[in-house]
Structures are given as C-alpha cells and as structure tokens.
C-alpha cells in the first residue's frame, strides 16, 4: 500500500532538498467517533484498545513515511493520555515540536499542530476558543523558516492556523461556521497588530465542513485565500465536483478539508466588508430559494412599513424570520449593526431600493483573482510569499470523486501541499 502514496511521500521528501517545504492536514476520526457497528451506532472504538492503537499507529506510519514539514491533525483525541503520549513520542522522535489544544467543555478530541525543526522555529503559539455551541477551537503558530528553507530571507516567517469548523447538523448552524472563519481571521489580523508583523504568508489548515459551493468557501476566496489543492490542479471555484476528501456519518461524500493560503501580495478586502457580503450572501441564497423577485424581497424586508423604504426594526425581524436571528446560534446584536451599517449607504437610517440592490439583492461576493489585478505589481516593496508546486490527496481515488471501500484510516483523506518559497511585492488592503 505504500507504494500508492510514494508519489506525494517521495516527492514530499526530494522537494523538500530543493528548499521547498510541505503541509499536511488530516481529520484523524476520534475513535470517540468511529463506530465500529452499523446496527448498534453507540459501540465506539474507544471501547477497544486493540482497534484505536492500531489504526493510529498506521496513521502515524504514513504521516512519518510523508514527513511533511508541518501536520495539522483534527479530531485528535486528547482525552486519551495513551494516545497523546504515543503522538509525542513518535512525532517527537522524528524531530516534531508538538502543540495540542482540546475543545472546550471538555469534549474529548481537539487539534494537533507539529512542525519539523529542522525546517521551522517556532516564535509564539496562540489558543483560540470560540466559545460557542460547537465547543470549537483553532491554534495559532507564528513560525520562522531556518536556512536553507529562509532563501530569500535570513527571517523569513509565516502564520499557521489549525481548526476544526462544525458540523452544520441543521439549518442554524450554517451562520455558526461563518462566524467561526470571521473569528479566525479577527483574531490573525489583531495579533499582526499586536506583534507589528510585516505582511507575510499564512497557512489555514483543517477540516472546514463545508463544500466549494458553501459561505464559508466564499468568505475566504473574498480576502484573497486561495485553496492549495485548487490552485495545483488549477480547478476553478465553479468546478466543485472534482475532488472529495469526506464521507460523512450519514453516507454522504464531499469536499471538505481545505488547506488555504494568503500570500502577502494579495489585495484583500477590508474583513469587515468581506464578513458583511459573505452574510448578505447568505441572506440572498434564503431569500432566492424561496423564489422571490427582487420586488418581492424588498417587500418582504418592508414588513409593514407603508413607506418605500426598508427600517432598521425591518430588517431585524427579516433576519429572524430566515432563522439567522432569534436562537443561541444565531448573530449578535452588534453583528446585525454591523450588517446594517454595511447596507444603509447614505446613513439616513433607512435602506432605499437602490440601496437594497446593491448591498443586498445584487452584491456579487469578490472573488480574488489571479489574474493580474489581483495581485500586487510595480515597485512595491518586496517580501517572500509561497507558489503551490504539488498537492495530493490519499486515497487516491477520493481526487476522481470516488470513495474507496478498502480505506480504513479515516473517514477523512489526508491532504498533503508542497510550497515554494518566491520573492513577490507586498500588498495592501482595499475597501
């Protein structure tokens, strides 16, 4: 079997020699998760040892066969000290420095984040806690390339982040996940800050739980994101059935495991305005799906009013009534402001129907680009960002849209991404 994976482990390998570096992201089933019975779903892996050090010991085979230069592991079961132990040993040995970080409220399983030393320093770890209904997390590593990897710069640094979106077990839940991107990239944008970091690269890694097709997906491509695999394979955002990496608890297959990278010659939207279209987004797909005309929307949104406007009060009760308001899960009241900011051009307090067709009804999200506007050119000043060489997934099959029976590691794939560092031009946010 390993004879199947040679291609990204050797390649993974011999690049690596050629001063490029690799990532590799996995969602590793909790055994807390995997069932080992179809008829009886409470028997659990972790109820026999014999099965859940097996199959980690396997997984662990290939992650040290690939030896990526870092590994982002999800569903890692730190409630187990066994298996935590056998993680830091074996990765430890082979010269990873380890960090793990648990879902809140105790949940069992969390995020692994291993960088190789002899590619990485590692400056400061950070901990993310949504603190949310998902009990979800993220990890923040600022690390430094080491020579020969920093070529092009003696202090050459990137920003790595791990995470584990939820599930969207319903309806509701679909904001949460958007909420958990937006918190994601707050946080990043406010430690830059805090260090007073020059632009540099950052790597989001980890199971999204979410398609091509969703918010979330959009919401990043928005801030200049581009998804690793993607771009290797150069497969546009409207080609969304290329490629899986999940079958889920209810037999369905998709893509779902990302990893994303922001170069620093990347123009990117103020987040603030990319947050609200990504929500307006969302509010229009509701809003189209139950087959209403432009009219019949901007009419919806009125509510009573017998004006030709739309009120703040409106708009509220519009929010709750398409269920993105009015529960635990729902959005904040100074999200909502946020959102109606965004919407009421002029700033007389009321939403015209002008104003409705261009922040909300006909908003088009804005997608980057790699053709030549997208990107940073002229005389900038220049930093070293990363060009995407190779991306694989393993089990091979799962890159035609097909999930093989035989494969037992996971119900996830492994998506390993070899990057190579080049000189770019800095960019700058835009509004």
Known sequence: MKGRISKIGSYAISSSTRDCISCTTFNILAPIYKRLSRNDQSIRESDNRAYWMGRNHRILDWLLYERSSIICLQEFWVGNEELVRLYEKRLGDAGYLCYKLG???????????????????????????????????????????????????A???????????????????????????????????????EVNLSPMPIILCGDWNGSKRGHVYKFLRSQGFVSSYDSAHRYTDSESQKWISHRNHRGNIC??????LLNPNRYRKLLKTSWSEAVFGMFRYLLRRASLTSEDAFAFLKTDNDGDYITFLGFCETLRQLNLTGHCNGLTKKEIKDLWIQADIDGNGLLDYKEFQQRIWNQTWSEQRDAEDGEAKGNQEQTVGFSVKNAVLFPPEVEKGVWPENYSLSDHARLTVVFSPIRMPCSQLVS
């Open 103 to 153: 879902r809140t409220n105790n949940r069992g399983d969390g995020l692994l984040t291993a960088v190789h030393k002899d590619y990485f320093r590692v400056v400061r770890s950070r901990d993310l806690l949504f603190n949310d209904c998902g009990d979800r997390v993220a990890q923040l590593l600022h690390v430094e390339l080491v020579p020969p990897y920093s070529q092009y710069d």
């Open 255 to 260: 893509a779902v495991d990302f990893i994303w």
């Open 155 to 193: 202090h050459q640094q990137v920003l790595i982040v791990n995470t584990h979106l939820l599930f969207p077990h319903d309806s509701t839940l679909s904001i949460v996940r958007l909420q958990q991107v937006y918190k994601i990239l707050q946080y990043v944008e406010s430690y830059q800050k």
